[in-house]
C-alpha cells in the first residue's frame, strides 16, 4: 500500500514547516507540497492530485471555505480537512455543509 500523499495550505510559513517535520515522522504519510496563495494552491494541488489537502481557512484572498469548495470541484477525489484558529459551532457547520470531514484546531496540532 502507497503512501496517503498530503497537501498543506496554510499561509504561515513556519506553520507549514512544522507540521511537514509531523507528518514526516509518520511512515505512512507523504507530504506533496504546501503553499500559502490562493491562486497558486489551485494550481499546484491540479497538478499533484494529493488524496488529503489540509486547509487554513483563514485564507488572505480567498476564504478557506470557499477555497475548499473550489479545490474539491477541481479535484473530487481529494478530501479536504480545515484547520483553524477559530474553532466555534458556526465553522464546524459550515466545514460539514460543505462535506469536509474533518475540521482541526491549529492549537491542537501546535501543541
Avoid at 503512501?3 to 509518520?26: C, H, M, P, W, Y
Avoid at 494552491?41 to 489537502?53: D, K, M, N, Q, R
Avoid at 465553522?91 to 492549537?107: A, E, T
Amino acid at each position: 500500500m502507497g503512501k496517503i500523499e498530503v497537501f498543506v495550505i496554510d499561509n504561515n510559513a513556519l506553520f507549514r514547516q512544522g507540521l511537514g517535520q509531523a507528518l514526516s515522522q509518520t511512515e505512512d504519510i507523504e507530504l506533496v507540497a504546501g503553499c500559502d496563495i490562493d491562486d497558486e494552491a489551485l494550481e499546484l494541488v491540479a497538478g499533484f492530485s494529493p488524496e488529503i489537502i489540509l486547509l487554513d481557512i483563514n485564507l488572505p484572498l480567498l476564504t478557506g471555505l470557499n477555497m475548499g469548495r473550489q479545490l474539491t470541484q477541481r479535484s473530487p477525489a481529494t478530501s479536504v480537512i480545515i484547520l483553524t484558529r477559530q474553532f466555534n459551532k458556526e465553522v464546524q457547520h459550515l466545514g460539514l455543509q460543505r462535506s469536509y470531514p474533518k475540521c482541526i484546531w491549529r492549537d491542537d496540532i501546535s501543541s
